[in-house]
């Protein structure tokens, strides 16, 4: 989606700086809630720090530059890349989605540079089971905990990467519920047991179209509507996916329906047929536009 932009990266004393991307803001990204191992860091909050696929990355954005901090090695740079797909033309993207409407472009122009990361699917479908009825602060708990109890050391770093399926496939309920999982523990237990056992393979899930993939994972206990959907679209690309929770109901309502009463279902088909493959994209702009720019307005429902 998007033309392929050409990087250039060059390094200086371990330190990497990648440019050539376009729009892209790195606070925005990291922070608006579609992952939960980011924390700002550094002196002044210029530093995202964070774990991706096993690795800990330390990044710094400075303007139209990306700076990749020690530990970093060639293999760190594609992680990064991929991740936050810098290579994708991103201002096309936007263009697009400003173009749906003014309502559209209100919501672009709040949080210009958001990107949607793609993360690795295993650790993305327990951060969704463990986000249902819970706070970005409490899920982002919950995951390093997992991680500290179950995953590996990093480096000299003091985080951990994310368990193997294997690894939290040995934990007992009793065990997860020490990481503040809550309910959601019995739901963390069924699906290590079911993927370390082959009974679902996530990559043959991502390889399926979007609505066989959907009633796949939605097989899978503690994962409803909104939880596949955010899987699909933040970890196996299926960017037609709409993920719809309490904001998202409540912006779509008032900035489209007048404020009137309208089911889930009903808002997912509307964004299928107004926003097409866009609507992921879509969705995240909304999300950041009622945090950001109109939340007052929201808190009522």
């Given at each position: 989606m998007g033309e392929s932009r050409k990087l250039a990266v060059s390094w200086r004393d371990g330190t990497c700086s990648i440019r050539g991307f376009d729009s892209f803001d790195l606070h925005t990204t990291c922070q608006c809630g579609q992952a939960f191992r980011w924390v700002r860091a550094g002196n002044a909050g210029q530093l995202e720090e964070g774990v991706v696929q096993g690795r800990f990355l330390r990044l710094e954005q400075r303007d139209a530059e990306l700076v990749v901090h020690p530990p970093a090695d060639d293999?760190?740079?594609?992680?990064?890349?991929?991740?936050?797909?810098?290579?994708?033309?991103?201002?096309?993207?936007?263009a697009s989605i400003a173009g749906i409407d003014p309502t559209m472009a209100a919501a672009v122009d709040s949080a210009r540079g958001l990107r949607l990361v793609a993360q690795e699917p295993w650790e993305c479908l327990i951060s969704y089971i463990v986000s249902a009825n819970n706070s970005v602060a409490q899920i982002s708990r919950v995951v390093e905990n997992?991680?500290?109890?179950?995953?590996?050391?990093?480096?000299?770093?003091?985080?951990?990467?994310?368990?193997?399926?294997?690894?939290?496939?040995?934990?007992?309920?009793?065990?997860?519920?020490?990481?503040?999982?809550?309910?959601?523990?019995?739901?963390?237990?069924?699906?290590?047991?079911?993927v370390a056992r082959g009974e679902l393979d996530l990559n043959a899930v991502t390889a399926m179209d979007y609505h066989a993939a959907k009633q796949e994972l939605i097989r899978l206990r503690g994962v409803g509507e909104k939880v596949a959907d955010c899987v699909l679209l933040f970890s196996m690309g299926k960017f037609e996916a709409f993920p719809v929770d309490v904001w998202i109901e409540r912006v779509v309502r008032h900035l489209y329906f007048g404020g009137e009463k309208t089911s889930q279902r009903d808002i997912r088909e509307w964004a299928a047929d107004k926003f097409g493959d866009l609507a992921g994209y879509a969705q995240e702009y909304l999300f950041a536009y009622a945090r950001l720019a109109i939340p007052d307005r929201l808190r009522s429902g």
């Amino acid at each position: 989606m998007g033309e392929s932009r050409k990087l250039a990266v060059s390094w200086r004393d371990g330190t990497c700086s990648i440019r050539g991307f376009d729009s892209f803001d790195l606070h925005t990204t990291c922070q608006c809630g579609q992952a939960f191992r980011w924390v700002r860091a550094g002196n002044a909050g210029q530093l995202e720090e964070g774990v991706v696929q096993g690795r800990f990355l330390r990044l710094e954005q400075r303007d139209a530059e990306l700076v990749v901090h020690p530990p970093a090695d060639d293999e760190t740079i594609a992680v990064v890349v991929d991740y936050f797909r810098l290579r994708q033309s991103h201002t096309a993207v936007e263009a697009s989605i400003a173009g749906i409407d003014p309502t559209m472009a209100a919501a672009v122009d709040s949080a210009r540079g958001l990107r949607l990361v793609a993360q690795e699917p295993w650790e993305c479908l327990i951060s969704y089971i463990v986000s249902a009825n819970n706070s970005v602060a409490q899920i982002s708990r919950v995951v390093e905990n997992l991680s500290r109890a179950w995953g590996k050391p990093i480096g000299s770093s003091s985080r951990y990467s994310f368990p193997a399926p294997g690894d939290l496939e040995c934990a007992s309920q009793a065990d997860v519920l020490t990481c503040k999982a809550g309910f959601r523990s019995r739901s963390i237990c069924e699906a290590a047991r079911r993927v370390a056992r082959g009974e679902l393979d996530l990559n043959a899930v991502t390889a399926m179209d979007y609505h066989a993939a959907k009633q796949e994972l939605i097989r899978l206990r503690g994962v409803g509507e909104k939880v596949a959907d955010c899987v699909l679209l933040f970890s196996m690309g299926k960017f037609e996916a709409f993920p719809v929770d309490v904001w998202i109901e409540r912006v779509v309502r008032h900035l489209y329906f007048g404020g009137e009463k309208t089911s889930q279902r009903d808002i997912r088909e509307w964004a299928a047929d107004k926003f097409g493959d866009l609507a992921g994209y879509a969705q995240e702009y909304l999300f950041a536009y009622a945090r950001l720019a109109i939340p007052d307005r929201l808190r009522s429902g």
